[in-house]
Each structure stands twice: as C-alpha cells, then as structure tokens.
C-alpha cells in the first residue's frame, strides 16, 4: 500500500512512494525519462516542478549574438573576431555586422 501525506507532499516524495528508483523505464514519461538519462532524477524533477506543462525551446545558440560581439569587438584581428564568432555559433560576418549597427546607433545618437 501507498502512504501518502497529501498535505505535505512534493515530487520527491511521490517518486520515492511510487518506487520509481530503478524502474524509470516504466514509470516516466518519454520527455522525463530521456530528462532523467540526460541530466539526472534531482534536476529532472525540478526542471518538472518548474516548467511542467509549459513548451521549453532550446535556440541552437547558447550566447546572444551582441555578448559574443562585445567579445569579438575586443580583437582587431579579423581571423581571432572569426574564431569568436565560430565559438559562439555565428559567422563573423553577422558578429561584424552586430558591430556595424551598433556603430551606425552610436553616431546617430
């Protein structure tokens, strides 16, 4: 039988009831397993008590593209600004052209 103290209950507490330690397979949801797999039980499950329900969307960029200009702004060589670039996921062209805008603002003002 389930004890559950529903008036002091959160997720940890219904996964250890549920005996779902070792039976993830079974007992989770495809996302959550794959979750659990990826990142482990503890942030898994506060990524669900945080987001559940919502859609969670992962840019295939990690960095905003004006963070990674400020850091290529700091090279004046052309190769090193497209080493940056790359790093960050962009092409030196769009990071210069970040740069430019940016330039094209600051005399406008």
Do not use: H, W
């Not at 996964?15 to 039980?41: H, K, M, P, T, W």
């Amino acid at each position: 039988m389930i004890n559950i103290d529903l008036d002091n209950i959160n997720e940890e507490m219904i996964y250890e009831a549920f005996n779902v330690d070792g039976n993830e397979a079974e007992a989770l949801n495809d996302s959550y397993l794959e979750l659990f797999e990826l990142i482990g039980r503890d942030a898994m499950l506060k990524l669900f008590k945080y987001f559940r329900g919502d859609k969670i969307d992962c840019p295939m960029r990690l960095y905003r593209p004006e963070f990674i200009a400020d850091l290529a702004k700091q090279e004046t060589d052309r190769r090193k600004r497209a080493k940056i670039a790359r790093a960050g996921g962009y092409t030196v062209k769009f990071i210069e052209g970040v740069l430019s805008k940016r330039r094209k603002e600051n005399e406008a003002e």
